[in-house]
């Protein structure tokens, strides 16, 4: 069987866990990382063989067999998927071989399962998504495009996470509940009930921090209120306190 050699978008943290999983798989090899810090020795040992920019650029000549974008921050991953998608280059799933993957479960391109993950019958996950180490995805879930369920998340069965959404580590989602696209739990919450579209929730039960907003700033940047930006204020509802309410 001939192994296929794999390029790995992004040398951070998450880009080490990728190698390390390329590595745990059958039938692929890291051939090294692709990074804004172009040269010399990457993680572990690996080359930085060029950016992203030198990637599209050189593609053929890279003599690779495809990548996966190695980001935990789903919005980046997801424009550096589109912009590899578009050019052609092939966006390879990677499943760690000791992940438990349903024969009647469907992975979508790009996408990572990780040590220890549990994928169950008749679930579905779309393109790059990251099912990260010891997650669980029970039987007929539904987990849309880009989306991140972070280390020891737990899916009952029939649950639908929309697209970039990100379950903290440890969040546990009971069977049938819908999480709307970009929403994201805190670590150790438990959902409940359903969630609308850009939601920041935590807590057992999880209760709303608050609404996720995206606007453009003076310069017609996009900016929000994601987790770790300065601006975190409620500018739906400026309800701000933490409240069951999600409805809008
Ligand atoms: C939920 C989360 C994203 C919020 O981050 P943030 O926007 O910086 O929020 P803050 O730390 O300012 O907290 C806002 C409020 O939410 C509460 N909160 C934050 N995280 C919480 C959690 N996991 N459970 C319960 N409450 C939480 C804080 O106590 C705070 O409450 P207060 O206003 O009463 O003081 C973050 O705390 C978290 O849980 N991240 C998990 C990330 C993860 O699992 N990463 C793994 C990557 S592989």
């Given at each position: 069987?001939s192994?296929?050699?794999?390029?790995?978008?992004?040398?951070?943290?998450?880009?080490?866990?990728?190698?390390?999983?390329?590595?745990?798989?059958?039938?692929?090899?890291?051939?090294?990382?692709?990074?804004?810090?172009?040269?010399?020795?990457?993680?572990?040992?690996?080359?930085?063989?060029?950016?992203?920019?030198?990637?599209?650029?050189?593609?053929?000549?890279?003599?690779?067999?495809?990548?996966?974008?190695?980001?935990?921050?789903?919005?980046?991953?997801?424009?550096?998927?589109?912009?590899?998608?578009?050019?052609?280059?092939?966006?390879?799933?990677?499943?760690?071989?000791?992940?438990?993957?349903?024969?009647?479960?469907?992975?979508?391109?790009?996408?990572?399962?990780?040590?220890?993950?549990?994928?169950?019958?008749?679930?579905?996950?779309g393109?790059?998504?990251?099912?990260?180490?010891g997650?669980?995805?029970?039987?007929?879930?539904?987990?849309?495009?880009?989306?991140?369920?972070?280390?020891?998340?737990?899916?009952?069965?029939?649950?639908?996470?929309?697209?970039?959404?990100?379950?903290?580590?440890?969040?546990?989602?009971?069977?049938?509940?819908?999480?709307?696209?970009?929403?994201?739990?805190?670590?150790?919450?438990?959902?409940?009930?359903?969630?609308?579209?850009?939601?920041?929730?935590?807590?057992?039960?999880?209760?709303?921090?608050?609404?996720?907003?995206?606007?453009?700033?003076?310069?017609?940047?996009?900016?929000?209120?994601?987790?770790?930006?300065?601006?975190?204020?409620?500018?739906?509802?400026?309800?701000?306190?933490?409240?069951?309410?999600?409805?809008?």
């Amino acid at each position: 069987m001939s192994v296929l050699k794999i390029g790995i978008v992004g040398a951070g943290g998450h880009g080490r866990v990728i190698l390390d999983l390329i590595l745990e798989s059958r039938g692929m090899e890291p051939a090294g990382f692709f990074d804004q810090r172009t040269g010399g020795e990457g993680p572990l040992g690996w080359p930085i063989l060029g950016n992203e920019t030198s990637l599209v650029e050189n593609w053929p000549g890279l003599r690779l067999d495809g990548v996966v974008v190695a980001i935990g921050e789903n919005r980046t991953r997801r424009r550096i998927y589109e912009k590899l998608s578009a050019k052609g280059i092939p966006l390879v799933s990677v499943i760690h071989r000791r992940a438990q993957v349903s024969r009647f479960a469907q992975i979508g391109a790009g996408t990572v399962i990780c040590a220890g993950a549990v994928v169950g019958p008749g679930a579905v996950i779309g393109d790059n998504c990251i099912i990260n180490t010891g997650a669980s995805v029970d039987h007929d879930c539904r987990v849309k495009n880009h989306a991140h369920l972070c280390p020891g998340s737990v899916l009952a069965g029939t649950v639908t996470v929309g697209e970039e959404a990100m379950l903290g580590t440890g969040t546990v989602v009971i069977p049938g509940i819908t999480i709307g696209n970009k929403t994201i739990t805190g670590a150790g919450s438990v959902i409940i009930r359903d969630l609308p579209d850009n939601l920041l929730v935590a807590g057992v039960p999880a209760r709303l921090i608050r609404h996720l907003e995206e606007e453009e700033d003076d310069q017609g940047k996009k900016t929000n209120n994601q987790p770790g930006s300065e601006k975190k204020t409620d500018n739906r509802t400026g309800l701000g306190e933490k409240t069951n309410n999600w409805s809008g």
